[in-house]
Nanobody, 117 residues
């Protein structure tokens, strides 16, 4: 099974920009996984269910939750088996643990983002 590792979270102030990364590993099975199957970003705020934030399909088309539309972008670097979630104009409501997921992969540990002034 392909392993995913998220990184890039931390403590940030409202309005700042930040990019989260998702790296796939697992040998040959991880090669091109984001191109073949797409990648989704989820987040889970304290006391809340995990929700879909953004996704990029194998075709390259993207989809975003209404709460982040216009503020977040999603991309993938197929040569590095890495995907990104670019976050702009963050608010305290973006505080959550962020996870990435691609079909056939195992959930990673997530990366925590705390947005606070």
């Amino acid at each position: 099974q392909v392993q995913l590792a998220e990184s890039g979270g931390g403590l940030a102030q409202p309005g700042e920009s930040l990019t989260l990364s998702c790296a796939a590993s697992g040998g040959r099975r991880s090669e091109g996984i984001f191109r073949l199957y797409g990648i989704s970003w989820y987040r889970q705020a304290p006391g809340s269910a995990r929700e879909l934030v953004a996704r990029i399909l194998s075709s390259g088309s993207t989809d975003f939750a209404d709460s982040v539309k216009g503020r977040f972008t999603i991309s993938r670097d197929q040569t590095k088996n890495t995907a990104y979630l670019q976050m702009h104009n963050r608010t305290t409501e973006d505080t959550a643990v962020y996870f990435c997921m691609s079909p056939g992969s195992a959930w990673g540990q997530g990366t925590q983002l705390i947005v606070s002034s």
